[in-house]
């Protein structure tokens, strides 16, 4: 084979390796274009809304929901098996501008009660990540079939970012998580809770001021 002949095809390897480079950057781009095309179109903006049924009356399950210093008890933001977790609250222990934030390796938030009508419902706001506004309700409704239904609803705003656009389902689907377990908890305690004083009402041929025995209290023996 002729030197001539080698250079010439060595061109051609160079040419048919620059055309695949160019190709798949093109496509690259192509690809990206639809992404961020496609990020712009999701909507800047998150929302999630659950419900529990509690057997408990709603001026009980009101004690934990309208009182932030009482969120670590059966919310999912309580730092359960995470030493990096840390959180306070603030503003008093409930009602008009008090909160609860927290802070941990996983996740970083602040909740604020910005209004509330006793024994229906909270309004809150704050921020998740330190950058994401959120605003919410726990609503308490008494069912006709005996219960109190806690619905939980909360909206949050992605900004610009279409990454962050892109992630809104996996959000939705982190924050439905969560507000299950926090109902659940909330369920489990307010039940518990309500058992209990049912429990200690007073018996109803007791002296006023006494209880009725969580047992019936034991038969003397009789004389034989």
């Not at 009356?57 to 730092?79: D, F, H, M, Q």
């Not at 222990?93 to 604020?112: D, H, I, P, Q």
Request: hydrophobic residues 35%; charged residues 25%; proline residues 8%.
């Amino acid at each position: 084979m002729r030197p001539g002949w080698v250079r010439v095809d060595k061109l051609k390897d160079e040419r048919q390796d620059q055309g695949v480079y160019r190709r798949i950057a093109l496509i690259t781009l192509a690809l990206f274009g639809i992404l961020l095309g496609a990020a712009w179109m999701t909507p800047d903006t998150w929302y999630v809304e659950r419900e529990v049924v509690v057997d408990a009356p709603a001026e009980l399950i009101w004690e934990w929901v309208a009182s932030p210093s009482r969120y670590p008890e059966w919310t999912a933001w309580n730092g359960e098996d995470d030493p990096s977790f840390s959180s306070e609250h603030f503003g008093g222990t409930g009602g008009y501008l008090s909160g609860y934030r927290w802070t941990s390796s996983e996740s970083v938030g602040e909740l604020l009660v910005t209004d509330s009508e006793p024994h229906w419902r909270v309004t809150l706001e704050g921020t998740l990540e330190k950058r994401f506004p959120v605003k919410g309700f726990i609503e308490l409704n008494s069912l006709d079939e005996g219960g109190v239904e806690v619905r939980w609803s909360e909206a949050g705003e992605l900004g610009w970012d279409p990454l962050m656009r892109l992630f809104r389902p996996l959000i939705e689907k982190h924050m439905k998580a969560d507000f299950d377990q926090g109902l659940g908890r909330l369920k489990s305690l307010a039940e518990a809770e309500a058992a209990k004083r049912r429990d200690a009402q007073p018996h109803s041929d007791a002296p006023v001021g006494t209880f009725e025995p969580a047992s019936p209290p034991p038969v003397p023996p009789t004389g034989g």
